[in-house]
């Protein structure tokens, strides 16, 4: 049974900053890639920024420049270094594993991250 954990998540003006963290735990066969979603109301989940097992990583246009994701493999721990801060970030904000090609189709209880005035 893996476990994901998110953490980081609060209230910030726009232009704000913030670092969300995400620790997995249980036994994952082997890790292809993880990832940052997020959910905003009424909408559906996207995928953020990925990062894959050789360190490459990827952003959605929306947040590219402003996100950066790292992963600590010692610590189990996956990072969302958040700059720039828009109101439109406003969102709960998942992690996810890849494993054999596929996403975990569990997931954590998320961090909400607001921004607002």
């Known amino acids: 049974q893996v476990q994901l954990v998110e953490s980081g998540g609060g209230l910030v003006q726009p232009g704000g900053s913030l670092r969300l963290s995400c620790v997995y735990s249980?036994?994952?066969?082997?890790?292809?890639?993880m990832g940052w979603y997020r959910q905003a109301p009424e909408k559906q989940r996207e995928l953020v920024a990925r990062i894959v097992s050789s360190g490459s990583t990827n952003y959605a246009e929306s947040v590219k420049g402003r996100f950066t994701i790292s992963r600590d493999n010692a610590k189990r721990t996956l990072y969302l270094q958040m700059n720039n801060l828009k109101p439109e970030d406003t969102a709960v904000y998942y992690c996810n594993a890849m494993t054999r090609g596929s996403w975990l189709g569990s997931w954590g209880q998320g961090t909400q991250v607001t921004i607002s005035s």
């Open positions: 249980g036994k994952i066969f082997s890790i292809d890639a």
